[in-house]
């Protein structure tokens, strides 16, 4: 079955019990046993819940896998992925990644006897220089976060193989719409499915999908043992938001595309970063191993901070906000919102400077929100 087709049905077929053609929310945090240890699939809501379940078969089978996990959020998925590795071990990641990760490894896992070395995502060779003996995993995001640059996930996961490493990638940006990394050789595909999974911007979740069932059986139970799930209603309405992936997705990378070639003209914009840009850096790999290019992008404004908060001070569709992937568009400032946990050297070292804008553009009308920009660009 094709994409959309298995978005509506996998892991959500009709109740058995009332026929009702919509997942119900199992509202419930325990089930009644028959005997000691005799129950009809589900004992406790921590460690498995039907309205759950289904969400996990979808999320599988939209990446391509065979074994899907739902978590309490974004941040919870790449945990229980770092949870796979012991004290000691090594993990090379991309420099451009999401700012929660980043104080993931460098304030909590670094504390606990994992270390970190940044690859320059720019370098494909980065990677390979970069492992060492106790190297166990490699973490990439693409594209990336928030400069939108795209790694080669079929080079990386050469990479990954002749060193015998695991190979992680958080797909949040992409959505299973636009790129499937299992079929390019990843063993970890990471979201937060707060974002385009769900669509709304009404839950905060996250997912991990694998193939390997070792892999599977150690994160499923530290998904149970760490307990960072998401409840039914949470689930319902991941599953209810995954119903529309496929039209919103379109719909969000042909504004994507509108408002970037619109941008990159404009005599007061430094720089435009999209992937579906064919003058970019990355277009062509990224033409290679997505389907599409997806609704985020960022842009440069010249000027400093003063030019910045005078730009979204005259916004009034774009909103000032964190996030991404919901239905509205929402605009953001990285270098003092999503990566303002990074220090300010740090940030500058990988390129997110202090006139970096980033945008996750919704599915209004894309003339509409040209407006928006063009107004708020006009008193610069």
Known sequence: MKFETRAIHDGQEPDSLTGAVIVPVYQTSTYQQEAIGKHKGYEYSRTGNPTRHALEVALASLEEGRFGLAFASGVAATAAVFSLLKKGDHIVAGDDMYGGTYRLLERIFKKWGLSTTYADVDEPISFEKSIRKNTKLIWIE???????????IKKISNVSRRHNILLAVDNTFASPYFQRPLLLGADIVVHSTTKYIAGHSDIVGGAVVVNDLRIYNDLKYYQNAAGAVPGAWDSWLVLRGLKTLAIRMKAHQENALYLTKYLSKHPKIAGVYYPGLPSGKNYAVAKKQMQGFSGMF?????????????????????????????????????????????????????????NFIRVSVGIEDKYDLKEDLKNALSIL
């Open 298 to 354: 960022g842009f440069e404004l010249k000027g400093g901070r003063q030019v910045v908060d005078k730009f979204f001070s005259r916004l009034k569709l774009f909103v000032l906000a964190e996030s991404l992937g919901g239905v509205e568009s929402l605009i953001s400032y990285p270098a003092g919102m999503t990566h303002i946990s990074m220090p300010r050297q740090e940030r500058l070292k990988r390129g997110i400077t202090d």
């Open 142 to 152: 693409t594209p990336t976060n928030p400069l939108l640059k795209i790694i080669d």
